[in-house]
């Protein structure tokens, strides 16, 4: 903001062109407005045209003042189909082609920017920003039990805790991650951990960048005090400014219920959401419907796919599962000829959708549990719905929610490297019927604790109001 400007501060957010990124990003972005703050949000070109297609944002974001969307090239060719994981193609693709543009763009932002918070996920934005001479505050989409291991990378490497040396070895407890020495085993290290160490070019992306942000003016995490305390504490001997001011979804749905705010929060999607799961919960029993989802990356094999479905069906109990169409790796010239008795099962308990409004169906009264790849977003909604889950991690951060989820918060399960029929039935069957009493109690504990942490003089609530009050004294 410059100087004796009347101007509220304006912030520039950027988040890396995936849909976990982009929701919690957005909500963020939602947040600030609220709070009075001028926001410019850019996304990728791609994105914005299906987020226009999808959703209502454009409409929702034009009552902020002070707002604008803006766009970029992702640098891929137009013909790429984008689909998956591609985080690697992404980056290389954005590094060279979209921080020229960016740079160019952000110049000629007006009013001018008091800060950027860019993807902490992604290197060039702050490399941008420094050279234009805007401060960044770093927002990282992901667990601050993740982020904290991955800063921890460099000392497993040098304590020889990592790379892993082979499969016997995924049950050591790994000694290198400060306040993880008596649970964490190598298995629920992030997936990248388990290849031969910095030689993967995924592990030595998440290393920068997550040592990168200590050149940021703060930190932004999507998580709650009661959730990570020690974790955060961790963190907070590393890095000065850390924002936990989480959990965002439940975090604006406060805000938006405020009486002078008459909107209510929709969705961020970039698929196209079915509605009809809803009226099909509508018709089902309360809290008897497991909800399956694996999120907007993780692509499973055709063996993978008819364990679960399999296990599902034989489990006896009603499932809503999100099918999108690029969720299994097809072989070529395959026949989709699926055994009678699994269409038979679907067609009596279960339905399949391409996308669903998942935070709505999480807070349904039918939707009684979740198995889910622990993604964090997804995660995180299902805390703040109080529904237990099995978490079957895919990749990246998945594997050490999915043992915070099992083992230090006792939310559900974790399936964790096990894609088998019969342990999908059992699972299934322990959470929704045979242990079910005590995942719900925990559940519904920390579902009270997310809401309380958003309340008036909640941690989350009171981060919000730092983070806003350190923007406002930030001049570009
Ligand atoms: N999601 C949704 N409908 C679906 C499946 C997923 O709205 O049918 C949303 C979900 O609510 C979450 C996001 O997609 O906000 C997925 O993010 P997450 O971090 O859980 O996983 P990722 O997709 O990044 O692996």
Same mark, same amino acid.
């Not at 004796?4 to 062109?17: A, E, K, Q, T, Y």
């Not at 590094?95 to 800060?115: A, D, H, Q, R, Y």
């Not at 420094?130 to 991955?150: A, L, Q």
């Not at 809290?287 to 999120?295: A, C, D, N, P, W």
């Given at each position: 903001?410059?100087?004796? *400007? ?26 600030? &407005? ?33 707002? +604008? ?45 008091? &800060? ?22 770093? #927002? ?5 039990? *993740?982020?904290?291991?991955?800063? %921890? ?8 805790? $990592? ?45 920068? %960048? ?33 924002? !936990? ?16 705010? +008459?909107?209510?929060? !929709? !969705?961020? *999607? ?23 989802? #694996? ?9 993978? #796919? ?18 999108? =169409? ?6 070529? /010239? ?84 096990? %894609? ?26 920390? =579902?009270?604790?997310?809401?309380? *942490? ?11 109001? &730092? ?7 930030? $001049? /570009?």
């Amino acid at each position: 903001m410059e100087k004796g *400007s009347s101007n509220p501060p304006h912030v520039l957010i950027f988040p890396l062109p995936a849909q976990g990124h982009v929701n919690s990003m957005l909500k963020l972005a939602e947040l600030l &407005c609220l709070s009075g703050l001028y926001v410019t949000f850019v996304n990728s070109e791609h994105n914005h045209e299906r987020l226009v297609r999808f959703t209502d944002l454009q409409v929702r974001f034009s009552q902020y003042q002070g707002f +604008q969307f803006k766009t970029v090239a992702d640098g891929l060719p137009v013909e790429h189909q984008r689909t998956g994981y591609k985080f690697l193609e992404t980056f290389e693709a954005m590094k060279v082609v979209t921080k020229p543009i960016f740079k160019e763009m952000v110049k000629g932002i007006t009013p001018s920017l008091s &800060c950027i918070i860019g993807d902490g996920a992604s290197e060039f934005v702050l490399e941008a920003a420094i050279e234009i001479g805007i401060p960044v505050i770093h #927002f990282r989409t992901v667990s601050s039990c *993740s982020f904290w291991s991955y800063f %921890c990378i460099p000392d497993m490497i040098k304590a020889g805790e $990592i790379p892993i040396k082979g499969s016997e070895e995924m049950d050591r407890i790994v000694t290198t991650v400060p306040g993880m020495e008596t649970f964490l085993r190598c298995r629920d290290l992030p997936s990248f951990c388990r290849v031969d160490g910095m030689s993967d070019l995924n592990l030595q992306v998440m290393t920068n %960048c997550t040592r990168q942000s200590l050149r940021a003016r703060g930190l932004i995490l999507n998580t709650f005090e009661d959730l990570e305390g020690p974790t955060l504490s961790q963190i907070r001997r590393r890095f000065s400014n850390v924002y !936990s001011i989480g959990h965002l979804h439940e975090h604006l749905r406060k805000k938006l219920i405020e009486p002078k705010h +008459q909107t209510h929060q !929709s !969705s961020n *999607s970039l698929w196209e959401v079915d509605r009809n799961c809803m009226s099909w919960l509508d018709k089902q029993p309360s809290k008897s419907v497991l909800y399956v989802s #694996f999120g907007s990356l993780a692509v499973t094999t055709k063996e993978q #796919f008819l364990e679960f479905w399999h296990g599902l069906v034989d489990s006896k109990k009603r499932f809503l599962w999100v099918m999108r =169409a690029d969720s299994v790796a097809k072989r070529d /010239g395959e026949a989709e000829d699926y055994p009678p008795e699994l269409v038979e099962g679907t067609k009596e308990r279960g339905l399949i959708v391409e996308w669903t409004p998942q935070e709505e169906v999480l807070a349904h009264e039918a939707v009684g549990g979740f198995l889910t790849h622990g993604g964090w977003n997804s995660t995180l909604e299902s805390i703040a719905a109080g529904v237990p889950m099995i978490c079957w991690p895919y990749f990246a951060d998945q594997q050490i929610n999915s043992r915070f989820v099992g083992e230090v918060w006792k939310l559900g399960l974790d399936m964790k490297d096990v %894609c088998d029929r019969k342990v999908v039935e059992k699972m299934v069957n322990d959470l929704m019927e045979d242990k079910r009493e005590e995942f719900v109690r925990s559940a519904a504990k920390m =579902a009270e604790l997310a809401r309380n *942490s958003v309340s008036e003089g909640g941690s989350s609530s009171h981060n919000l109001n &730092c983070l806003i009050e350190d923007i406002r004294l930030m $001049i /570009g």
